[in-house]
């Protein structure tokens, strides 16, 4: 087993490994996998991710076939988000996703990340189950769209103790999670909770105000009123719809 970054040759064998692994793994209409995995690893969006620097791609080779591959991302100034991680189905039960989760998390830790979150959609129990077993906490929901129908994806994150602020927010006590991040326009946004274990989201923080940031725009953004701060998806975007 070889553990690599991505090249430009490794293109039809990530789209493949893409499609087998999302037909395993999710509910999903062939036609919407097929739009998928066009719209996210097209030839195109492939050569941009190789040139950008902030993205990271890793591919699990045995005996000279790619078999898995994770896509990851910077994110705010040091969260590491692990976007998609793929197994084809026929290399499943061989411990190659647990290999290619540590390697995705150490290169992201070599690239400045302090912590990790993981993303995975909330129908795809083997997905939950396998972040679950590498440590990482469920620490909220958000809604995406792939070719037109809504999913709820669950987001994962690992959590540390002195890294979470009590805080109080219009007269109720909540915590700062400083190390689970989301992109904002200014500076990143801290996910605030309602509970220190971290299991129901109460909204954002502002890093540069160090301020509660929970109005929403009319574009549905949270934004921080005091600078003006927006939170801004870095994954589901218009370049991946």
Not at 46 to 64: N, P, Q, S, T, Y
Not at 118 to 143: C, I, P
Not at 172 to 197: C, L, M, Q
């Amino acid at each position: 087993m070889e553990i690599r970054e991505a090249r430009a040759r490794d293109r039809p064998a990530l789209r493949d490994v893409a499609r087998r692994s999302l037909q395993a793994s999710y509910s999903l209409d062939p036609k919407a996998i097929n739009s998928a995995v066009e719209e996210w690893y097209d030839e195109n969006r492939l050569r941009d991710m190789l040139a950008d620097e902030e993205k990271l791609l890793l591919v699990v080779h045995v005996e000279g076939q790619a078999v898995a591959f994770s896509d990851s991302i910077i994110s705010g100034e040091s969260t590491g988000e692990l976007l998609w991680l793929h197994v084809d189905p026929d290399y499943r039960g061989k411990n190659y996703g647990e290999h290619l989760f540590e390697a995705t998390r150490k290169h992201l830790s070599d690239q400045g990340a302090t912590t990790l979150q993981g993303r995975v959609l909330a129908d795809n129990v083997g997905g939950n189950t396998f972040y679950q077993e590498q440590g990482l906490t469920k620490v909220g929901e958000e809604e995406v769209e792939i070719d037109g129908t809504a999913y709820v994806e669950n987001v994962y994150a690992q959590l540390k103790e002195d890294k979470i602020k009590q805080v109080d927010a219009d007269g109720e006590t909540v915590y700062v999670h400083r190390e689970n991040t989301e992109t904002g326009s200014i500076a990143p946004f801290h996910v605030v909770f309602t509970e220190k274990d971290g299991e129901d989201i109460y909204g954002y923080w502002c890093s540069k105000c160090d301020a509660s940031a929970n109005a929403m725009d009319a574009m549905g953004r949270i934004q921080c009123d005091s600078c003006g701060n927006a939170r801004k998806p870095t994954r589901w975007d218009s370049a991946y719809l």
